[in-house]
T-cell receptor, first 111, second 112 residues
Framework: EAQVTQNPRYLITVTGKKLTVTCSQN?????MSWYRQDPGLGLRQIYY???????DKGDVPEGYKVSRKEKRNFPLILESPSPNQTSLYFC??????????FGPGTRLTVT | AQSVAQPEDQVNVAEGNPLTVKCTYS??????LFWYVQYPNRGLQFLLK??????LVKGSYGFEAEFNKSQTSFHLKKPSALVSDSALYFC??????????FGSGTKLNVKP
């Protein structure tokens, strides 16, 4: 089954404790992206990647890091999480001009 | 600045009536346009897209959207709403640099 998987689905952590949210797709898509969803703001793009070893900043990259060492994986790293990073996070993938497939989401709470 | 606007936080419609969810954008170049739907506690699902060609695009579940270049709009429509269409709808734009911009979302309520 074609899918985008994210782990963990739920995470509660404390300020400053480094964390990684994993994202993996099995569709051989070139394009992968991370978004955060906040009430009233819709989805905002954090980082995206056009292919292996190619990443670019989206609209809200501050406080986040990504890497794309393999085509199927695109982990999101929060080196020092803060409460304002409490949000619902989505990973997505697509072929270049096609629609994105979204993962199920990761709900992160930073206290 | 690039942006996507969904001017209505909520749209209420009776089952069987036509529905429209509005979207306008301010993105340079010839962007790709998308509509997604989100059901509670779920990820986003693709409905339809416009890249080029016919201004009226047909998508999943009977939805369609009309692209209007002069008004930079991409409104989502359906001739006859179903209660099961009740969900959160997002308009999205992909610019020439492959960055995505999403609207703030419109909650569609279809009442029996």
């Amino acid at each position: 089954e074609a899918q985008v998987t994210q782990n963990p689905r739920y995470l509660i952590t404390v300020t400053g404790k480094k964390l990684t949210v994993t994202c993996s797709q099995n569709m051989n898509h070139e394009y992968m992206s991370w978004y955060r969803q906040d009430p009233g703001l819709g989805l905002r793009q954090i980082y995206y990647s056009m292919n292996v070893e190619v990443t670019d900043k989206g609209d809200v990259p501050e406080g986040y890091k990504v890497s794309r060492k393999e085509k199927r994986n695109f982990p999101l790293i929060l080196e020092s999480p803060s409460p304002n990073q409490t949000s619902l996070y989505f990973c997505a993938s697509s072929s270049y001009s096609e629609e994105q497939y979204f993962g199920p989401g990761t709900r992160l709470t930073v206290t | 600045a690039q942006s996507v606007a969904q001017p209505e936080d909520q749209v209420n419609v009776a089952e069987g009536n036509p529905l429209t969810v509005k979207c306008t954008y301010s993105v340079s170049g010839n962007p790709y346009l998308f509509w997604y739907v989100q059901y509670p506690n779920r990820g986003l699902q693709f409905l339809l897209k416009y890249i080029t060609g016919d201004n009226l695009v047909k998508g999943s579940y009977g939805f369609e959207a009309e692209f209007n270049k002069s008004q930079t709009s991409f409104h989502l429509k359906k001739p006859s709403a179903l209660v099961s269409d009740s969900a959160l709808y997002f308009c999205a734009v992909r610019d020439i640099f492959n960055k995505f911009y999403f609207g703030s979302g419109t909650k569609l309520n279809v009442k029996p």
